[in-house]
C-alpha cells in the first residue's frame, strides 16, 4: 500500500514538473541557436563597423593601453577641442568603450573580441522580453514565444554584431520600462528603473528620454497615491540617476568646465545632417528660424514619415497585422483598471522617441532612431505573440506561426547582418591599402608627422593609426584652413563635399591640392579612393597641436 501510494506521488510529480522542465529546455535551445548563429557570423567580422562602432573600439583600446578616455582624431567641430588627441565623451557616451575593453582584457584585441559584448547582452533579452510577456500576459506560451522572436529579430540581430552602442542602450532601456511596470506592485521597483535609465543614458545621449518617462511614470504610480509620495519618490529617483552618472559628470566638468557636453545641445538646430560636421556654420534658434517655415514644417512632416516607417519596418507587414489583432481583440474587450498602468511605461516612451526625433533632433535621426527604435521590440513582440495565440484555433497552429515568423526573422538578419560585415570588410581592405601608402609616405619623410583630412576619421585612424580630422562640410577655403590649422598633411576622398566634388573627378585642379595615389575600388559600384597631398604646409604657430580651433 504504501509503495503504491509512493509510486502515485512520485508520479504525479514528475507529471507537474514536466512541462516547465520542457519550457526550460526549450528556452535553452533557442538561446543556444542564436548564440551560435551569431558566434559563427562574427567569427567572419575583420571590421568593427562604421563611425560609432570604429569609435567605440578605439577608445576601447586607449582605455586598456592605459590612456583614458582619449581619441586620435576630430570627427566634429560642435566642441572646439584643444588638440587632435583629445577627451573622448564630447558627443558619444563612455559605456559601451568599457564593455569592449572587458572584453579585450579577458579574450585579446580582435574585432570578434569588439563585438562579442553586444552579442551577450542581446542574449539578455530573452529573460527581460519574458517578464514583460508575464506582466502583460498570464500565457507561457506568449511569454516564451516573445521572448524567442527578439532574439532573431532582423534590427536586433544586424545590431549585435558590431560594436556599436544599440544592444547596450535596448538591454537597459527594457530594463528600466519593466522595472517602472512593476513598481505598480512594488514601488521599490522605480529606483531600479531609475538605475537602468542612467546606464541607458552613458550608453547613448538619447537614453535621457527614459527619464522623462519614469518622471510621468512616478507621477501616474497607482502606489503613490499622494503629492508628498510623489515629490518624494521624485527627489529618489533623481538622486539614483545623477549617482549613476556622477562619474561621467565629473569627468565633463574636468574636460569642459560643465557636467554636460556643449555639442549635442546645437544638433537641434541642424538643418541637414551632413552640417554635423561643419566648422563655420551658425548653429543657434535664430539662424535655424532663418531657414524658413515652410522648410522646417516641410522637414519634421518628412521626418516623422521616415520615423513611421522606421517603427514598421522593425517587425515587417506579416507581425503587424498580428499587433493590429491584438489591438482589436484590446479594444473589444478592455483592459482591467489595474493592469491599465503597465501600459502606461511603453506608450510614453514611444511617444517621446517620436517627439524628440521628429521635432527636435530632425536632422540627425536619419541614423540615431534606429538605433533607439529597438528598444519598443520586447514590448510589440509580447503583441504579436498574444495576437497570435489569440487568432489560432489551437496551440499547434499558435506554435507553428511563431516558428515561422522565428524562421523569416533568422532569414533577414542572417541575410542583412552577413551583407554589412561584407561592406565593413571590403572598406578595412581598401583602408589597409590606404594604409600601406602611408606607411611609404611617412618613411620618406620621418620628420613629419602625416594627419589625414577624411570624411571617416573613425575608421581611417583605426586601420592607418594616422591622426585624423573631419572634413568640414563647407567651402573649399574653409576646408583648407581647417587643414592648416589642425596640420593636416593629406586629403582622402571621396566625401560627400560639393565644393572637393569636381576635384575627386579631376574635372578642376587646384594648386593646393596634389594628388598623390588613387586607390582602385574591388567593383565597379564603389568609387575609387584619393589621397591628395596638401600644398601648402600647415602653420606651425596655427596648428590645433598648440592653441584651439576657433
Not at 160 to 179: E, K
Not at 488 to 497: D, E, N, Q, V
Request: hydrophobic letters at 50%.
Amino acid at each position: 500500500m504504501c509503495t503504491i501510494s509512493l509510486n502515485r506521488r512520485m508520479s504525479l510529480g514528475t507529471a507537474a514538473v514536466s512541462p516547465t522542465l520542457r519550457w526550460c529546455l526549450c528556452a535553452l535551445a533557442i538561446v543556444a541557436i542564436a548564440l551560435l548563429l551569431r558566434l559563427v557570423i562574427a567569427s567572419g567580422a575583420r571590421n568593427p563597423g562604421h563611425a560609432d562602432p570604429a569609435y567605440y573600439t578605439t577608445v576601447a583600446e586607449n582605455l586598456v593601453d592605459g590612456r583614458g578616455f582619449v581619441i586620435d582624431y576630430i570627427w566634429h567641430f560642435l566642441a572646439r577641442p584643444n588638440a587632435l588627441t583629445h577627451y573622448s565623451n564630447d558627443y558619444w557616451m563612455p559605456l559601451p568603450s568599457v564593455f569592449i575593453a572587458s572584453s579585450f582584457i579577458l579574450f585579446g584585441r580582435s574585432t570578434f573580441a569588439a563585438v562579442l559584448p553586444s552579442v551577450l547582452f542581446v542574449l539578455a533579452l530573452f529573460p527581460l522580453t519574458y517578464r514583460v510577456g508575464r506582466a502583460y500576459a498570464r500565457s507561457r506560451f506568449v511569454a516564451l514565444s516573445a521572448a524567442s522572436l527578439v532574439l532573431f529579430l532582423p534590427a536586433l540581430f544586424e545590431h549585435s554584431l558590431v560594436s556599436d552602442s544599440t544592444a547596450y542602450y535596448v538591454v537597459f532601456a527594457v530594463a528600466s520600462l519593466l522595472c517602472m511596470i512593476l513598481a505598480a506592485e512594488n514601488v521599490r521597483f522605480l529606483l531600479l528603473a531609475s538605475l537602468f535609465a542612467a546606464l541607458a543614458h552613458l550608453t547613448r545621449q538619447d537614453g535621457i528620454l527614459l527619464l522623462v518617462t519614469l518622471v510621468i511614470a512616478v507621477v501616474a504610480s497607482p502606489k503613490l497615491p499622494r503629492d508628498r509620495h510623489r515629490i518624494l519618490w521624485l527627489v529618489l529617483v533623481f538622486a539614483v540617476y545623477v549617482a549613476t552618472l556622477s562619474p561621467l559628470l565629473v569627468s565633463n566638468y574636468r574636460a569642459f568646465g560643465s557636467p554636460l557636453p556643449a555639442g549635442p545641445g546645437k544638433t537641434p538646430f541642424l538643418t541637414a545632417y551632413e552640417d554635423l560636421y561643419s566648422y563655420s556654420k551658425e548653429l543657434s534658434l535664430g539662424a535655424y528660424l532663418d531657414w524658413g517655415t515652410t522648410q522646417i514644417v516641410a522637414s519634421k512632416l518628412d521626418r516623422a514619415a521616415r520615423c513611421a516607417t522606421e517603427v514598421f519596418n522593425l517587425l515587417g507587414g506579416f507581425a503587424w497585422a498580428f499587433v493590429v489583432l491584438a489591438g482589436l481583440d484590446l479594444a473589444r474587450f478592455g483592459v482591467q483598471r489595474r493592469f491599465r498602468y503597465a501600459y502606461i511605461p511603453p506608450f510614453l516612451f514611444l511617444l517621446t522617441l517620436l517627439g524628440f526625433y521628429v521635432i527636435i533632433g530632425t536632422a540627425v535621426a536619419e541614423w540615431a532612431f534606429w538605433r533607439t527604435i529597438p528598444a519598443m521590440a520586447p514590448f510589440l513582440l509580447v503583441a504579436v505573440a498574444s495576437g497570435i495565440e489569440r487568432s489560432t484555433p489551437n496551440r499547434k497552429t499558435a506554435i507553428a506561426l511563431v516558428g515561422l515568423l522565428v524562421l523569416l526573422f533568422a532569414c533577414q538578419g542572417v541575410q542583412s547582418a552577413r551583407a554589412r560585415i561584407q561592406r565593413d570588410n571590403r572598406i578595412a581592405s581598401e583602408l589597409v591599402r590606404v594604409r600601406d601608402v602611408l606607411d611609404e609616405l611617412a618613411a620618406a619623410m620621418p620628420e613629419q608627422e602625416l594627419v589625414v583630412m577624411t570624411r571617416d576619421p573613425w575608421e581611417v585612424y583605426h586601420w592607418t593609426r594616422r591622426r585624423s580630422v573631419q572634413i568640414p562640410n563647407d567651402d573649399l577655403d574653409t576646408i583648407l584652413e581647417v587643414a592648416d590649422r589642425c596640420g593636416a598633411t593629406h586629403l582622402l576622398l571621396p566625401a560627400p563635399r560639393e565644393a572637393l566634388n569636381t576635384i575627386y573627378a579631376e574635372e578642376r585642379q587646384d594648386a593646393r591640392l596634389q594628388l598623390v595615389v588613387s586607390v582602385p575600388a574591388p567593383t565597379m559600384k564603389q568609387s575609387d579612393l584619393k589621397l591628395f597631398r596638401f600644398v601648402r604646409p600647415p602653420h606651425p604657430a596655427n596648428a590645433i597641436v598648440g592653441r584651439p580651433v576657433r
